[in-house]
């Protein structure tokens, strides 16, 4: 029960990038950042009061899609024809950029919000007590995935997404404004981050520390459950998050380990990723 | 401007009695750094495969000399042996699993592994010392003063060159390129392009680990962030800041690294945005590197006598 | 006056003016200040920035040391070893520092620790906490704060009061938790044989997401928990713990690095009430005219109130002042024999009487707990109740100064 609440927001994390990846081609490494700086905003707008915690949410999401198109276009769209270390290098500066930017105009120390009205105390779900902000928490994930799903298979511009992630050139040829589009897609995984962000921050205190921390459980994830896949987002946020109650339980001492061995044979049996596609012809 | 090496290496000799006590530590970093980055640069340019794990044998070299000495009460330089064959024996297990595997994949596995070793050694607290590392390591005799660690350095670096640059214009390396360029015909000449590629994996994990043994004699003492993956990040840096391109390139970008980290660092705490800034400039504007710059320069020099002689 | 008088002021004069003048140029005292200042410890390294800046500044007005003005010199060593050994040097070959201070990280400070022979440099340790650094028996290394064992047999010393059978632990997961749990239960079984253990949870550092401990934690049933979680954790697993009303069916017990202001002060209205928390410096605690003081100059130059980190960097510096005082010079083999003689030098902090062992530089001293109570005149929970584990009782065997 618990571990769908950790894979709630690890989810919201990692389709953003999962998503990037699948129609972009980068590894995003400043995911972690935008994540970082989605609590970051929230704090700011609602000046840690959490009374108006749901009107400066959407808020802060809406920046934070702002913000992702803004740095696409100025920063990124330069280097996605290069070679793939480029694109690491570039998204490796924007987040020690971005997390830096944050200490000087946030300062070092913990940032948090309390739980919103009405979501303080807890819920009883099959007689255990379960907070209810967390059960909040699955609910917007879950209404997330489903979003997107829709999103992506439902509408027309879910289906170029699509199509740009098997075929960039034909999809060009046919007179698609490709560009324009992956502007789109990557403020989405953005927005998503951010979104993931600032409905952690009643849960945990930010600090510039957690951009690294969330970019690299979020590659995780994402390898986990396939690079390109929401689903396979979502199935490897479960997995994990499972994972790390099964090993606090078990193991305590080794349970980062066993997230880590998870990681490598996937890498090793399915480098896709269990809900991945094998990469069509490649030489 | 073929001397250029040369001329370096001369100036590299003397700086020790030219510098102030300070920046000699900060030129051993540099050192340290140059021949960790060519190690890594080795592999990346010569197959094409981006490793995010480096760190592991880096560590490796510099846990393996420091237990030695602190629990076996070696010399630090019978060390050495040992901590290069560990190094490559971590390589070897790394290497055979994850060179199968392609561009990103392969980014993450070695990312994987290297957390993995890191997790271990972080947690292992009886053996290696857990967070609290193994301490008060110093090398006897002259290896343990600023000016013999800063020669000996020096000599790895130019030992690491040597042999990379022997290795890189032998038919084993034209092998390696070819593997990288085009797989398919390789395999087709029947060439097992695997073993070539551990093998580039290999030796470019045993040099790393040389740095991490002199890493140790500077700093004293080994602990888990040796391993961790901003380590790993820090050689793609100096390798990619300096030019990839370049056989020197990697020397290059270290050395400016590690100065300007050093410089920076003592003006203000907010190194990672300084640095966030270079790297964003280098990609967009000076893909070639710092090393790239020059060449530019010298073409454009060429260029001009060229011209003038017409 | 006659001429011999007139020429005798004249030359008293001059004479007065010439000692003047080269007091004035008489180089300060430097001694390097170094903390963490970035990432998510950066809150502590600031507040200690600060206490031992208020430490200088009052020994400078009151004519500085050995006739000279002492200056700090403060860098981040960003909790990793590497950047702190690189720091240090800078400070050691660069400033020319006579002396280092400070220090947060455990690691880091056992990486300076191994420079000290080196250089003959003396380091003075205000708060990283593994009881290792004290037992590597290093001459130059002096730690003026208490470390984690005695705060581990101090809390067992008081939890074996305790109607509490059935015990839990969560701690974060590197050496400073497992030592401060391992000591704790070690000596609480010595003194209460009844006492169980449901379970051990070792989140890592930094962790964000802590509810899989919770439940496990939970699902064993303790009475009370001990924990040596501190700084950003802290602030985190309390946030989510309230959310499962854990302190409803649990008692929590903090190792002396839970009450800080940096994370009680985050905390506000959400830290839990009547848990025992201790801290290695309360600043309404004890009511003496020295701590009295030091508060109200804290307040007055830095606008809030000395957190325990900020204590004891003044302490630490104050304590260094005395020894450079009594060994009438700078250099590290006196300023150690000044540290050890008379059977250790003695202080009377803010907090407290300080005493140093000489035979591995560690000081001890009271450690107080309180019960977390509301308040209207904080913005932050108190502590109530106080209970105080005499110095006396902390103090373990060493293996140094054989």
Known sequence: MTGLASASSLFLLAAGLSLIFGALGIVNFAHGSFYMLGAYLLFWMTRGDAGSFWHYLLLAVAAS???GAVVERIFLRPVLRRPEHFQILLTYALLLIIADVCRIAFGSDYKSISMPPGFSGPVFVLGTAFPAYYAGLVGLAASAAILLWLLLHRTRYGLLVRAVTQDREMLEALGVNVPALFTVVFAVGIGLAGFGGAVSLPLQSTSTDVAVDAVISAFIVVVVGGLGSIWGALLGAFLIGEVQAFGALVLPEFSIVFVYLLMALVLLFRPWGLLGRAPAVRT | MKQLPTFVFVVLLVLPWLLPAYAVQVAIQALVLAGFAMSFNFLFQNTGLLSFGHAAFFGAGAYTAALLMSKAGWGYLAALPVALAASALVALVIGFLSVRLTKIYFTMLTLAFAQMLWAVAHRWYNFTGGDNGITGVRPAGILGTAHGLYYLSLACLVAVSLVLSLVSRSPAGYTLRAVRDNPARVAAIGVSSFEYVLAAFVLSGMLSGLSGFLQLAWQRSAFPDLLFWTTSAQVIIASILGGSGRFYGPVVGAAVLVSAQAVVQSHTQYWPLALGLVLLA???????????????AERRREEESERAAA | MNRTAKATTASLALLALAAGVSLAQQPPIKIGVINVLSGSFAAYGKTGKQGAQLAADEINAAGGLLGRKVEIIQVDDQAKPDIGVQEAKRLILNEKVNFLLGVDSSSVALALASLTNEYKIPLVVTHAATPALTEQCNPYVFRTSNNARMDAFAAADLAAKLPYKRWANIGPDYEFGHASWNDFIARLKEKRPDVVVTGEQWPKGGESNYTPYITALIQGQPEAVFSALWAGDLVTFVRQANAF?????????????????ETIGPLGKEAPLGELFSTRYWFLYPDSKTNKAFVEAYYKRWNEYPSYNA??????????????????????????????????????????????????HQVFENLVWGYTAASDQYPFVILKDIQVIPAKDTIYPTKCGK
């Not at chain 3, 009303?245 to 690095?257: A, R, T, W, Y």
Request: overall charge neutral; aromatic content about 12%.
């Open chain 3, 245 to 261: 009303g854990f302190f409803k069916q649990i008692k929590l017990f903090e190792d002396p690095v839970g009450a800080a202001l």
């Open chain 1, 65 to 67: 899609v702002v913000i």
């Open chain 3, 311 to 360: 204590e004891e960097h003044y302490a630490g510096m104050q304590m260094l002042a005395q020894a450079i005082r009594q060994a009438k010079s700078l250099d590290a083999e006196a300023i150690k024999k000044a540290f050890e003689a008379g059977g250790g030098m003695t202080y009377e902090a803010p907090e407290g009487k300080k005493w140093m062992r000489p035979a591995d």
């Open chain 2, 282 to 296: 280098l990609v967009l504007f000076f893909p070639a590197g710092v090393a790239g710059l020059f060449s530019r």
